[in-house]
């Protein structure tokens, strides 16, 4: 009813709310009016605005599966499909879990790739009798699903597992990469110390105690002390990370899953100078963003870049291994501003 049909001499009915209807009627006209004045005066704030709000997090991820060589890949993806493309490489224990945070940070602008390894986060857990968990087999199933996403070039993130599977595939394909950013990923003996010594004795004779002795990698005190050691304020780790993780690794046999993966590391130090004369050679623009508190992946690792890379850009961290998760507010724009510079098509 509007305030026209309403007498002078008598109150209108009320609404369910108990507001006169002349009144409601009224009022509703005139916030129209207002939303309109703004809209015709405010058009290109508002679009800013938005735009903002996308720079800021508010990208759609897509959750895709596509099969490799028999094997499905699960991957995340997000932003343009016509924006350089930044391939984002997982380490243990985790997934693409582990970038979705950086997604939402940089999906307005790029488009990111991020799969899950076999065995991890939400693709395929073949049988280790039939399907070999190695290194070289996942930057095969990798270096398939960009085949298949018709992926010609792109930039490269790596972290700890992601640098082995990285280091395969850029040696291989030095005219697919546009730049490379590393965090906690090795390339150097240097970079592995102490912690890595019980699976130094692994390599040393494959022997099944020094098998059994790698359990503790697996259990949950230890997936939590990944996300926590090193880190000054706890508050911003967010428990459901560890918890996330903890379940895919007490998978009924995904336990042998990452001892086979323990002893295959040690297939990755060969690769070492082939990697480094890659850098030597080709130059790709690389970003180092590492969390000098990581007891995994120590800064010892990260300063040998400079010798190959004179012009990397480098940053330590006041964190631990998975630096993106309590610092992502200081990553991201170092992130951002190195792809803005650096990266092409």
Do not use: C
């Not at 369910?16 to 939303?35: F, H, K």
């Not at 018709?150 to 990469?177: C, F, K, N, T």
């Not at 130059?283 to 990581?294: A, S, Y």
């Not at 690792?301 to 940053?315: I, M, T």
């Amino acid at each position: 009813m509007s305030s026209n049909s309403a007498s002078a001499d008598r109150t209108p009915p009320a609404r369910d709310d108990g507001e006169p209807a002349s009144r409601r009627d009224i009022l509703s006209r005139g916030a129209v009016a207002a939303v309109a004045a703004i809209a015709a005066t405010s058009a290109p704030a508002m679009a800013q605005t938005a735009t903002s709000a996308a720079a800021n997090g508010a990208i759609v991820t897509h959750y895709r599966t596509k099969e490799v060589d028999g094997v499905k890949i699960f991957y995340r993806e997000a932003g343009p499909a016509d924006a350089p493309v930044v391939l984002l490489l997982h380490g243990f224990p985790t997934s693409s879990h582990m970038f979705r945070n950086l997604i939402s940070a940089l999906g307005d602008r790029y488009h990111l790739i991020a799969p899950d390894y076999p065995g991890y986060g939400q693709s395929d857990m073949p049988d280790r009798a039939k399907f070999a968990y190695t290194f070289d087999r996942f930057a095969e199933l990798v270096d398939g699903l960009l085949g298949q996403l018709g992926v010609a070039r792109y930039a490269m993130y790596i972290m700890d597992y992601g640098a082995p599977v990285g280091w395969r595939l850029a040696p291989q394909h030095p005219e697919s990469i546009s730049g490379l950013i590393v965090q906690n990923g090795n390339a150097y003996d240097e970079g592995l110390k102490e912690f890595w010594n019980p699976i130094k004795a692994y390599w040393s004779d494959h022997s099944e105690a020094h098998r059994k002795a790698l359990y503790v990698l697996v259990a949950p005190e230890t997936t939590k002390f990944q996300y926590t050691d090193g880190v000054a304020d706890l508050s911003r780790i967010s428990p459901d990370n560890w918890v996330h993780d903890q379940a895919l690794l007490d998978r009924p046999g995904n336990a042998e899953i990452q001892m086979d993966l323990f002893y295959d590391y040690r297939t990755n130090l060969p690769l070492y100078p082939a990697v480094q004369a890659y850098f030597r050679e080709r130059r790709p623009p690389t970003l180092i963003v590492w969390g000098k508190n990581d007891k995994i992946f120590p800064a010892d690792g990260a300063y040998p870049y400079k010798r190959d890379l004179p012009d990397v850009e480098f940053h330590l961290l006041d964190t631990g291994h998975f630096a993106l998760e309590d610092k992502l507010d200081v990553m991201a724009p170092l992130i951002r501003g190195f792809l803005d510079r650096k990266v092409t098509r």
